[in-house]
């Protein structure tokens, strides 16, 4: 089982990872993949998630202990978001991400959802469920 996540600095056109059920903690900056597209990080034990490349179309980061969204990795080419099963409180304002059409928050502490869901005009997909939510926007 893999515990850390190396930069991958000699691969650089990958165009997909995936890591799931692993033991990851932390995921550096990994801003040098330009061609990446597809992020599985699910079921690892992520903390802490470094910045991702603008090319970014789906991150998967479920079952995580993640506590907060970074806004800092998210890309406006994302497609599909899926940070379902961690401790999120909070999630911040998505809607700069025009393009993202799959939206994942199920079984995590929010009470509130996030806020501007009205102007995520491509969102087809939103899942909030088993959450402490108690209206939406």
């Known amino acids: 089982q893999i515990e850390s996540f190396q930069p991958l600095d000699s691969l650089p056109n990958l165009t997909e990872i995936i890591l799931f059920r692993n033991h990851i903690k932390e995921v550096p900056d990994i801003l040098h993949l330009q061609k990446l597209l597809k992020l599985h990080l699910y079921e690892n034990k992520i903390v802490k998630m470094g910045k991702t490349p603008v090319s970014l179309q789906e991150l998967y980061l479920g079952?995580?202990?993640?506590?907060?969204?970074?806004?800092?990795?998210?890309?406006?080419?994302?497609?599909?978001?899926?940070?379902?099963?961690?401790?999120?409180?909070?999630?911040?304002?998505?809607?700069?991400l025009t393009s993202l059409q799959y939206l994942s928050l199920g079984t995590n502490y929010l009470q509130k959802a996030p806020v501007n869901l009205e102007k995520m005009y491509s969102l087809k997909v939103l899942t909030l469920d088993n959450n402490s939510l108690t209206s939406l926007p």
């Open 63 to 96: 079952n995580n202990y993640l506590e907060y969204v970074p806004d800092i990795f998210l890309s406006s080419n994302l497609q599909g978001f899926t940070i379902y099963s961690n401790k999120l409180t909070y999630c911040p304002d998505l809607s700069g």
